[in-house]
């Protein structure tokens, strides 16, 4: 999620393997192609991995690392607690596919102002509001 505008960037994949990683990255490259973009990551094994690292400079993408065990500084992992919240909750779908799409759609339909303050981003106490 771009932190200054909302809009949003998903690759639904099954794992979340190294591979996995640099597809998003590649469709990452992609959609950005020209900007200068860093991304805030966890210590996940896909995002430390070598060739993340080098793909990753390769197309000039700043990875941050968050401190470890730290997701109340993610924006994202609180985007996507509020969308369990209201996908996932006490609801039971007829396949995890079926899940996965509701969950996705919901995050699509979600204003910018509506993802950035669902993510805590638009919060006065927001850790990087001085840098936003």
Same mark, same amino acid.
């Given at each position: 999620?771009? @932190?200054?505008?909302?809009? %949003? !960037?998903?690759?639904?994949?099954?794992?979340?393997?190294?591979? /996995?990683?640099?597809?998003? @990255?590649? +469709?990452? #490259?992609?959609?950005? %192609?020209?900007? %200068?973009?860093?991304?805030?990551?966890?210590?996940?094994? $896909?995002?430390? +991995?070598?060739?993340?690292?080098? @793909?990753?400079?390769?197309?000039? =993408?700043?990875? !941050?690392?968050?401190?470890?065990? $730290?997701? *109340?500084? #993610?924006?994202? /992992?609180?985007?996507?607690?509020? +969308?369990?919240?209201? =996908?996932?909750? #006490?609801?039971?779908?007829?396949? &995890? /596919? *079926?899940?996965?799409?509701?969950?996705?759609?919901?995050?699509?339909?979600?204003?910018?102002? *509506?993802?950035?303050?669902?993510?805590? &981003?638009? $919060?006065?106490?927001?850790?990087?509001? $001085?840098? !936003?």
């Amino acid at each position: 999620m771009n @932190l200054r505008t909302g809009t %949003r !960037l998903f690759l639904v994949r099954h794992r979340q393997t190294q591979d /996995d990683f640099r597809a998003f @990255l590649t +469709a990452l #490259n992609q959609h950005y %192609r020209g900007w %200068r973009v860093a991304m805030l990551l966890d210590e996940d094994s $896909s995002h430390t +991995a070598g060739r993340s690292q080098q @793909l990753a400079a390769d197309y000039h =993408v700043k990875l !941050l690392r968050l401190p470890k065990r $730290s997701p *109340e500084l #993610n924006p994202m /992992d609180r985007l996507w607690g509020h +969308a369990k919240g209201v =996908v996932s909750a #006490n609801m039971q779908y007829p396949t &995890i /596919d *079926e899940h996965v799409l509701t969950f996705l759609e919901y995050l699509l339909t979600l204003t910018p102002e *509506e993802a950035l303050t669902a993510s805590g &981003i638009r $919060s006065q106490r927001f850790w990087l509001k $001085s840098v !936003l």
